[in-house]
């Protein structure tokens, strides 16, 4: 999964300007110049895992003795990437009444048993949407 989507971000926000460069010409202010629609976007996770996979290329292309070192190192410093929020929580005794609304609210029956489920294993949102009955053992209770 997390191949495929390195991948489709490598094609999507990369390639079209990078593509055809050679590894020894890709600098800085290159790099900083492609990347400024994402940030001005606001999307500084996109923006983050850019980065981190431009700086595993040139990290590779360093160890193989393609380039002497990686001119991108400290391309992440130039960008703003805001404060990391926490997502939100609940306390044990709001529990009943979220049980409650998500019982008596308009979702689907699928969404709400997914949310149910989620409260019930402790599992992330993505772990509960991607799970198979093969990773269920109903008689162990375990998944």
Known sequence: MTLKKNWRRLETYVFPTLGNIPVADILPNVVIEML?????????DTL???????NEILNYAVNYGLLPFNPCLNVNA???FGKNENNPTISPEE???LLHKIQNSKLSLFTRCLLRFQLLTMSRPAETSNAEWAE???DKKSG
């Not at 400024?36 to 606001?42: F, I, W």
């Not at 983050?48 to 431009?54: A, E, G, V």
């Open 36 to 44: 400024e629609p994402l940030n001005k976007q606001g999307k500084g």
């Open 48 to 54: 983050k895992r850019i980065i981190r996979l431009i």
């Open 78 to 80: 130039v960008f703003n």
């Open 95 to 97: 529990l009943p009444a």
């Open 136 to 138: 269920i053992d109903l």
